[in-house]
């Protein structure tokens, strides 16, 4: 059974379910402003002998299926296309659509149904990261990241004795930091937006009064869910129903959250911050014993901030990848991976070799994360260092082309030398004079390899070719487990700050304070939304959840499609790996073949075999027919729904 492969160059070709294998030429990114020399690497180890196959690391609580559907090919349309977690959202952001609004109308639309269809991660009492490209030109990157209260303090998870209260910044009120959800998605319907907000919010108001039938995946979730939202009466009542979990194919009715959407949709983000919404969501959290106050909601602001870019050139390409800034992690350390693997021979995403190279160039992107991203706001991040072409140049250079490094051996480069303005591209900040001593960057490392996969990405072109690029979250799966008697759950983000700077952790390592506790300040993020173009025109957007992994998952998407030729879908359905530099382990997906684990090894990676590493929703524009091609991911049963 073959599917149909879009080749960038020479146009339809076939492939196996995996195809990963080109029978065009290799593409080079080069991602400077010239090109690099191709450099050819080293022939393998000789083969060793197998040892016994490690168990498999399942995590399925996030909705992640353990027998995907792998779709044969991407779902083709003339006009726009949707692609999220969820069929039902989709159909909101096609309702949309349809009655003429454009891709930013559908994507508030698809937003406020994931908080009704989706309620793991979908959310309004989370926050996230929207990135457009308007078919104007215009592009725009929305952070409406969850941000500390007023009273958060460096140390409030610090118990008397000094020891760390682990629980409080995971579960319950006092690990709820400051909303964002509806004030970005309200703004960004504002600036680009053509239908009224009552309009783009009916699908999720009628979702959540009328119900709708609970599917075997979010029965899945909710039970897995259970643990966390019995501890609070009303997500108890809410989602599990006063212990009555409901089953495959019962209707889920949630009026609470219908008459809250309702106020939203008439008094706008108002309502949310400053209305009777947000005075009862604060007085709430107060008597549950959180810090969360009607100041914080009322001082709360969406960040409107220039995307990164960075240019890449392939031998009949010139490609511009629009990413995401700080607080997110991801967009640096997907242009870094881009630039120093440009002028390496990749052949495929199940070739031993090309696997190296993309493992070793993750173990330093994500060794840079580690010691020098945080909030731009808060402290100055060496951003135009970290992207300039000659830095990732170097960090090339220190790569074993047929051994694995340690990650022990494996520092943070020096890119204070490449931080000149001269050397910056646009949208690119300022520097940071000193990157966070080793222990540090370590415990940050190993911290962030606990994080759950609970985040949800979608991705929307609509017929004009304007594009929008969205992830949010509610950080762990129903976020803090507490949910308000307005019918919504609120996050656990204050999680993703560091809880106990300047001591050790569990692993003997010093925790830092870039990421410390401040008042008003965002927590270093991993959500990447991204849009390539190509020739200056639309080619392909996608983003996914994952914690660290989403780094990983969507830079393989991008390689796959703009330096392998592959198929959108193949390229979605192609096994993953992931490495953030620590814990120094490999993480593989099942489908991986032995053959390519056993020649890593061999090269000596420490590989674990793990269940779903992301679930990339990506969209490609044909480059022959125009047409809009959704690539849903089948491991957390992603669909994708076009307009013809």
Not at 462 to 472: H, K, L, P, R, W
């Amino acid at each position: 059974m073959q599917s149909a492969r879009l080749d960038p160059t020479r146009g339809i070709t076939y492939s196996g379910k995996f195809p990963m294998r080109s029978r065009t030429p290799a593409i080079y990114v080069c991602l400077a402003l010239a090109p690099f020399i191709a450099v050819r690497s080293a022939a393998p180890p000789a083969p060793q002998q197998a040892p016994p196959p490690a168990p498999i690391e399942r995590e399925l609580s996030s909705g992640e299926t353990p027998h995907p559907q792998w779709p044969a090919g991407p779902v083709r349309a003339k006009q726009a296309m949707v692609v999220s977690d969820e069929r039902l959202a989709c159909e909101a952001g096609i309702d949309i659509l349809k009655q003429g609004g454009n891709a930013v109308d559908a994507a508030v639309a698809v937003g406020f149904a994931l908080a009704v269809v989706l309620p793991n991660a979908g959310n309004i009492g989370g926050g996230g990261f929207m990135l457009v490209r308007m078919a104007d030109g215009r592009d725009t990157f929305f952070d409406y990241r969850e941000t500390a209260p007023g009273a958060a303090t460096r140390d409030m998870y610090i118990r008397p004795d000094g020891s760390l209260d682990t629980e409080a910044s995971q579960v319950g009120p006092r690990s709820v930091a400051i909303p964002g959800t509806v004030a970005g998605l309200v703004l960004a319907l504002q600036k680009f937006g053509t239908m009224t907000l009552h309009q783009v919010m009916a699908p999720a108001i009628r979702l959540a009064e009328n119900g709708f039938p609970v599917s075997e995946k979010l029965a899945r979730i909710l039970t897995a869910g259970a643990p966390r939202l019995s501890k609070f009466p009303i997500s108890k009542r809410i989602f599990l129903r006063d212990g009555a979990p409901y089953a495959p194919g019962e209707i889920f009715r949630q009026p609470d959250l219908a008459r809250t959407l309702r106020r939203i949709a008439a008094g706008g983000a108002e309502e949310f911050y400053r209305g009777g919404t947000g005075r009862h969501l604060a007085s709430e959290v107060r008597k549950m014993g959180g810090i969360l106050t009607s100041k914080d909601l009322e001082k709360y602001t969406v960040k409107v901030r220039d995307p990164l870019r960075a240019l890449s050139a392939t031998p009949s390409d010139q490609w511009e990848v629009i990413t995401a800034p700080p607080p997110s992690s991801g967009g640096v350390a997907l242009i870094g991976a881009l630039q120093i693997l440009g002028p390496i021979d990749l052949k495929s995403v199940e070739d031993p070799q090309s696997v190296h190279w993309i493992v070793e160039t993750m173990r330093r992107v994500f060794a840079d994360r580690a010691a020098y991203l945080a909030d731009a706001d808060f402290g100055d991040v060496p951003v135009r260092g970290l992207t300039d072409p000659r830095y990732n140049a170097e960090r090339r250079a220190k790569i074993d082309a047929r051994r694995a490094s340690r990650s022990a051996d494996v520092h943070a480069g020096d890119p204070a030398r490449f931080s000149s303005p001269a050397a910056s591209m646009r949208g690119l900040g300022r520097e940071q004079e000193k990157a966070l001593d080793e222990e540090e960057a370590t415990a940050r490392s190993l911290r962030d390899a606990a994080h759950s996969n609970d985040t949800t990405h979608f991705s929307i072109v609509d017929a004009a070719g304007n594009a929008v690029s969205n992830t949010y979250t509610l950080n762990d799966s129903f976020g803090s487990g507490v949910a308000v008697s307005d019918g919504f759950l609120l996050n656990d983000t204050m999680d993703d700050f560091t809880a106990q700077p300047g001591v050790a952790n569990g692993f003997g390592l010093v925790q830092s304070d870039a990421n410390s506790i401040q008042p008003g300040k965002r927590p270093v993020s991993s959500m990447t939304p991204v849009i390539l173009l190509r020739g200056g025109k639309l080619s392909f957007l996608a983003g996914s959840p994952g914690g660290p992994r989403i780094i990983s998952a969507t830079l393989l998407t991008v390689l796959s499609w703009m330096r392998l030729g592959m198929d959108p879908q193949a390229a979605i359905n192609a096994p993953r790996f992931h490495h953030q530099w620590m814990p120094d382990i490999l993480y593989v997906e099942e489908t991986l073949p032995e053959a390519v684990i056993r020649d890593l090894e061999a090269r000596g990676h420490i590989v674990k075999v793990r269940t779903w590493i992301g679930e990339v929703e990506a969209i490609v524009i044909d480059p022959v027919t125009g047409e809009r091609l959704g690539a849903p991911d089948a491991r957390r049963e992603g669909v994708a729904i076009g307009l013809p």
